[in-house]
């Protein structure tokens, strides 16, 4: 029932609708969650070294030394926000992207609260001689920073783990893990860990950056208006709307998307990279009176119909959409400058992602939903269960089985590979072309939707606005 996110008081209700008698009672039930507990983490242990075994050699095929490996890290918590009480880091190969090591932080210990108002008695330094060592609690400091403690974790054990050091570390840049590994130095001096990033959440720093200018672009719009208004004492008329392209949210998204196709499509140089993001920024101001599409790629191929007719001979024919707005190229200018410095793209070299670690993160979620409080113990079973079916698959289940002692039947076979098979036909049939395209159409279709709306209403929803 574990395996389907229901805890004890689930099993008793199912059990109590389908008249099979009153459910376990809670020494029962614990006694289960233990054996559980023994038979995942002896099969997790060879899952995770068979892992970093076909890890160190795909790296060495790549041409770099083999046990320096190139490692994703992140974390995930059972509760948004930085309130939470659990969370799972997790670090996965570049090449085999499979699990390589995974930890489980809890700040709470449930036996620890309930002697939390006897610490100065001797019953309590009899309680806490015997159960220090097996206190649930292994992080006392905010939720945010057991990723950054995970991380650095896991980096100090691999060498003990896997035989194997973590040269470069794929990170997201939301926390400050990657600073604490700088200052701790877990290899020692001679040995600097490198970092590269997520190009998917790179890609997202155009967004958010252009959305916060198109914030300081209103208010300074509002100011002028003001200015206007005082200055002619009088009402100001309704200005008509400018002729040229604003920032609207549809065009932030595609400049946000172009900024990542631009690095994606150039993973071996900055140069190449750099070049192409700001085709982009110029191909959109261009006008029929100064094009500016010497960065754009040249040829009838190309996505820049300027360049698709000078290929045809047929410029005379095309005219310019409407460039940028003279204040949106002034506040998008600066932006481009700073997400194209050679010190952020040279890190985006290798088309490097996190998606494994979020794709691994959405299995434990899975299984211990996060509106249900669990312990520490239910989510150490749930992470490492999850990772022996991230890199081998649903059959892993049946080696878990086996060794708690379960009796393997031929529909349990039959279901574990019907699993894993649906699990490759569904990840191969999304990887395709045809269903990215889709995907980025529908989400633009949605935004440009959402985009309509808000200009036909008005804003309807924020904090204070019936007042």
Sequence with gaps: MRLIGVGLQGINNFCGLMDLGAGFNISTYYNCI???????????????????????????????????????????????????????????????????????????????????????????????????????????????????????????????????????????????????????????????????????????????????????????????????????????????????????????????????????????????????IWATFFHKISTDEEPQHLHCPAGAESWCKWRQHEAAGTLCDFTHPPPLDDDVQEVLRPIYEELTADELLERCLGNNTQNNNESFNACVWHLVPKHIFTGRIILEIAAYTSACVFNEGFCTLLKIMEVMGVTIGSAVVQLAHKQDGQRIAQANRRSTDASKESRMARREERALENETYKESEGILYSAGIAD
């Design 34 to 276: 233990d054996n559980i507990k023994v038979a995942v983490d002896a099969v997790f242990k060879v899952v995770l070294n068979k892992a970093a075994g076909e890890e160190k050699d795909k790296n060495k095929e790549a041409g770099n030394i083999e046990n320096e490996l190139c490692i994703s890290g992140d974390g995930s918590w059972s509760k948004r926000g930085f309130t939470s009480r659990l969370g799972i880091v997790s670090l996965i190969g570049k090449y085999s992207n499979k699990i390589l090591d995974v930890v489980v932080k809890s700040s709470f210990c449930k036996a620890c609260v309930m002697w939390k108002g006897n610490t100065n008695t001797v019953e309590y330094e009899a309680f806490y001689d015997a159960h220090n060592e097996n206190c649930m609690a292994n992080h006392e400091e905010s939720a945010g920073k057991m990723e950054v403690d995970g991380v650095l974790e896991m980096f100090l054990r691999s060498e003990d783990l896997h035989n194997a050091r973590y040269r470069y570390y794929i990170g997201d840049g939301d926390t400050k893990t990657f600073k604490a590994l700088l200052d701790k130095q877990p290899y020692g001096e001679e040995f600097i860990v490198k970092r590269k990033e997520c190009v998917l959440h790179v890609k997202k720093r155009m967004y958010r950056r252009a959305k916060e200018a198109k914030k300081s672009l209103t208010q300074r719009k509002k100011e002028k208006q003001k200015d206007a208004q005082a200055s002619t004492k009088t009402k100001s008329k309704i200005q008509p709307k400018s002729k040229k392209m604003q920032l609207t949210n549809k065009l932030m998204q595609d400049l946000s998307l172009y900024y990542g196709l631009a690095i994606r499509r150039h993973t071996d140089s900055v140069e190449n990279m750099k070049k192409e």
